[in-house]
């Protein structure tokens, strides 16, 4: 009898081993936010899922013996067991939050491991590194995102990617194109930094989803979700320039299926910084209310997210003395005024499909409008821009979720009325006063056979109402060729409208005259890249590199030519070449527990014909160095970080006609940048002190003629470097859960 039973056990055991069933389970993020798009597959066997609009999955035809891999993009891949008896629960930790054999910070930037394009993920501990008051200084921590300094009147901090003016990137707020148009100049100086939960840079052309406007590189901002933010977040800021700021979330449980967030900003500046002695503010007052209020429902197949922003800013700057209520037409003196004002619904909609759990559809949605007013001197500016903006996405597989897809419609209306001074140049007026309506439709193919290679095709059409047809393809490739170690590569096409006056409104603080020679046309570039990502193991710790190449081609550009007199912005439709050429490496290394250090070389060449010559882009370094190194206690009680930064010579414009007491070297000097910051967390939350600019370095004389603003020779847009100088501030986050 025993052997009877021992010989049925030996039968039975491994055929219940093979035993196939089917499994259902959620794949969710550390903070209980369900992961959208999460791959589940079965290893080493064709079938597969990806993750509903709910983070949900369905798999069947797994065994006991089975494994399952899942992963998503920011995310560490997980490998688990099915479970069949009862619903799966899978929690995936952002990259970086495990390494292997090393007691370390998980680490608040790197690069997302499957994004088939180069993709680095800052996260909120990173953003904290620094005071980060608002987007535009999020990215000193950064070595992809360089900053630069508009002018010597506006105060207004601007990016660049790859060398290339900020304007080429599209900035989005969590997949909405955000930061376009009459805003693109200004507009990441009103995203508060305490709104922001991470920041996505991709390199290069980015996915057509989103739209056609990535030319160089694409950055997307996640605000904290209504959901799992902070019941309350606080915090004050205060600098040694008398710049005061004052932030606050709130979360607001409304139901089981509905919830609420509201975040809230408010910040002045009414003190008159003047450390160079030529009697003109180094940075403008300022003042800015910020408010925005959005909720989101989960039902079982219908997800939905509204918001609302209101914004106003006020900005008062120039000579001493200009303030809030003065007039521009009639002061005697210099001033500069920019009052912005904005209001924004936006919000998306999806459905998901429990009995297709890789079929969902979703919908992207924004409505804004946005007035300018101000000027300088004696020009007077007046812009309001009025958007609707739509995106339709739906995504399913093609058998099997080796092969994925999304397609859907898109639709941009975007109205502009502009209006300038008297002296504004023929042609122009033209571009002052427009229309846009952009329908348009694209499809992306995602082919990913297995955890090492991941390839994407798409193409979009656009049809544009005054330029015609866009087509838009663009190619992304991933291939981890030995473990741990990727090489990426990218291609692809993109368009945008320029905005004349706004991108060039630090010309304004000058007695430069606008010469437009030709008919808006829009900018085209095709962009293509290469990078390798890996991790070397010394010495029992990390060390990460990255390197990556990109190239630039325009086949259209918008040229604001400095180069033909001092007296003269000639704006032209490209004539003749421009192109630009990136290259970067990057490495960081845990050099102790608890103690990181991360350092980047950058070249840049960015040709451009300008006055008949291909040269050199004015006011960019083509050389930078930038090292971060960190250093925490246990528990993170005590934190501090330092971040230096090199900046090689640039190029002047050529003002060789200007009387000889008003010409400029043709190169500026290298100089460097040191901030600094540490912190003493507490249950509560932290208190922080911190410094930007700390060796003092200011560009001498960076107005040319200020005695005589409104003579002929008056030029404050030559800024290659700081104006104000060492500036130091503190500040306290309160939280409550």
Known sequence: MLRKLLFIGCVIAPALSFAQGSIKGQVQSESNEPLIGASIKV???????????????????????????????????????????????????????????????????????????LSILISEKELQKAACCNLSESFETNASVDVSYADAVTGTKMIQMMGLDGRYVLISREGIPNIRGLNSRQGMMFVPGTWIQSIDVGKGAGSVINGYESMSGQINVDLFKPESMDTWYLNGYLNSFGRIEINANHQIPISEKWSSGVLFHASNLSTEIDGNDDEFMDLPKARQLNFLNRYKYEGDRLMAQIGINLFMSDNAGGQKGFGFTSDLATSSM????MDTRKAEVFGKLGM??????TQSWGLQYSLSYQDFNGGAGRRIYRGVEKTAYGNFIYQNILGSSFHQYKTGVSFLYDDFEETFDSNTPTGLDTAMYRTEQVPGLFFEYNFIPNERITLVGGARADFH??????????????????????????VGKGFRTPNALMENSSVWISARQLVFNAELMPEETWNMGLSVAGTLTIDDRPLSLVADYFYTDFINQLVYDRDVSSELLVINNLQSGSYANSFQIEASYPIADRFEAKAAYKHYQMMMTTNGILQQMPLQSQDRFFMNVAYATQYDKWKADMTLNWNGPMRIPNTSESPVEFQQPS??????????????????????????NILNFKQS???????????????????????????????????IN
């Open 334 to 337: 210099y001033g500069y005024e």
């Open 465 to 490: 109402n005054l330029f015609g047809t866009y087509f838009t393809p663009r190619v992304h490739a991933r291939w981890e060729f030995v473990p741990k170690w990727t090489l990426r590569g990218s």
């Open 352 to 357: 998901i499909y429990p009995e297709k759990p």
């Open 43 to 117: 290893l080493a066997k064709p079938q597969g899922a990806i993750t509903s609009i709910d983070g949900h999955f369905e798999l069947d035809n797994v065994s006991k013996n089975d494994r399952l891999v899942v992963t998503y993009i920011g995310f560490e891949p997980d490998t688990v067991a099915p479970i069949f008896d009862r619903e799966m629960l899978i929690i995936l930790q952002e990259s970086g939050a495990a390494l292997e054999g090393v007691t370390i910070r998980a680490r608040s930037e790197s690069v997302v491991d499957e994004a088939p394009f």
């Open 701 to 735: 004389n960076p107005i040319v003629d200020p005695e005589n603003p409104f003579g002929s020779n008056f030029d404050a847009s030559m800024t290659w470097g700081p104006i104000a100088g060492r500036v130091i501030y503190t500040g306290i986050r309160y939280k």
């Open 667 to 692: 190169e500026s000097p290298d100089f460097f940048m040191l901030n600094a910051q540490i912190s003493r967390g507490f249950r509560w939350g932290s208190i922080y002190l911190g410094g930007e």
